[in-house]
């Protein structure tokens, strides 16, 4: 297995990157390609003393796709880019994956442009693991599609469960729509028209809604909702996982000579806790839809980051994700139907 890695994407390009790689290198049987300028790719191998890694390799390219760019804009005029030409070489077949810190909407209109999305998949969606209690929550769209229609949510739904199936090893995950009450007719007219749509679906365990304080308990394996929901779900996991750890270690440093001495006899469970909420832990979302795999990881992604989205990226590929997307989708006689949207 073959994964292209934009070495240049990210707020810590291309050290960070360059240095997760050399980690996932170590850590997994794939081969990487680091898609960059060579001389800085090059020197940052030096630096880790990692220049004769066998599995790593280098493609160089003369252009970087800045976060502040327009996405279309930018893909259509630096073709030379590490990101385009990243996702160029899974297009040709020469990659099995890309995997990028660059900014996301450039990633998401790359993969669209060069690598397509399935048939029958009108648009992608960016599928981002949370932590719940016993394991992990599937959450998609968190930003891909800020304008969800109903058609869109469905296909959210089964290439969701898919994923969770084949990649996570979850049996028959269960499927729950984000509303803001478990009722069937709660919510707004787009969630009420989709709710039925799911209920028909016989290739998804659907559960019926799903409000937000069930996201972290693990009531759903899945849970789907309009991107720009999902993005604002996201950010505010995110920044609540930070702010609980930064008040536990306040309270700790201010607690006195019993608050530390406590802290030390339950410190193995605080760094356990810690690593739960870790979102370097569970490296990047995957783009679902495209046909190839695309993983898409956070602007400001460390070496840990990057590791693990190589492996999330490793996964992929071995779960056969993309194919069984497109038979499921094939399958699913109500996606092939017109239905009616708003």
Do not use: W
């Not at 170590?26 to 390609?33: H, P, S």
């Not at 599937?138 to 994923?163: F, H, N, Q, W």
């Not at 007719?185 to 019926?208: C, R």
């Amino acid at each position: 297995m073959k994964l292209a890695v934009d070495a240049m994407g990210g707020d810590y390009a291309p050290k960070q990157i360059v240095m997760g790689a050399i980690e996932a290198a170590k850590q997994y049987d794939c081969e990487i390609v680091l898609v960059g300028d060579q001389e800085q790719i090059e020197a940052e191998l030096r630096a880790n003393d990692a220049q004769n890694i066998k599995n790593i390799s280098i493609h160089h390219t003369t252009q970087v796709i800045e976060m502040g760019e327009h996405p279309v804009d930018a893909i259509r005029k630096k073709k030379d880019s590490s990101l385009v030409v990243a996702t160029r070489l899974v297009k040709s077949g020469e990659c099995d994956g890309v995997v990028s810190a660059g900014s996301t909407g450039a990633a998401t209109a790359a993969a669209k442009l060069l690598l397509r999305t399935i048939k029958g998949v009108d648009r992608p969606s960016i599928a981002t693991p949370l932590p719940t209690s016993d394991g992990l929550v599937l959450l998609l769209d968190s930003g891909a599609i800020v304008d969800s229609k109903p058609r869109d949510l469905t296909e959210m739904a089964l290439m969701g469960s898919i994923y969770s199936q084949y990649v996570y090893g979850i049996k028959n995950p269960k499927v729950g729509l984000l509303n803001v009450g478990e009722e069937e007719t709660k919510g707004n007219k787009k969630v009420q028209t989709t709710y039925p749509m799911l209920k028909s679906m016989d290739s998804i365990n659907f559960i019926g809604n799903v409000e937000g304080r069930d996201i972290p308990t693990g009531m759903a394996d899945v849970v789907i909702c309009d991107g720009f929901v999902g993005n604002i779900v996201l950010k505010f996991a995110e920044g609540l996982a930070v702010t609980l750890l930064d008040l536990i270690k306040d309270a700790i440093k201010n607690g006195g000579v019993l608050a530390r001495l406590g802290a030390f006899l339950v410190m193995p469970a605080l760094k356990k806790l810690g690593k739960r909420l870790d979102v370097t832990e569970y490296g990047g979302a995957p783009l679902l839809g495209v046909n190839g795999c695309c993983i898409i990881c956070h602007g400001s992604s460390t070496a840990k980051s990057i590791c693990s989205a190589i492996n999330v990226a490793n996964e992929y590929v071995k779960g056969d994700v993309v194919e069984r997307i497109r038979d499921s989708i094939e399958k699913e006689e109500m996606l092939k139907n017109d239905s009616e949207t708003i």
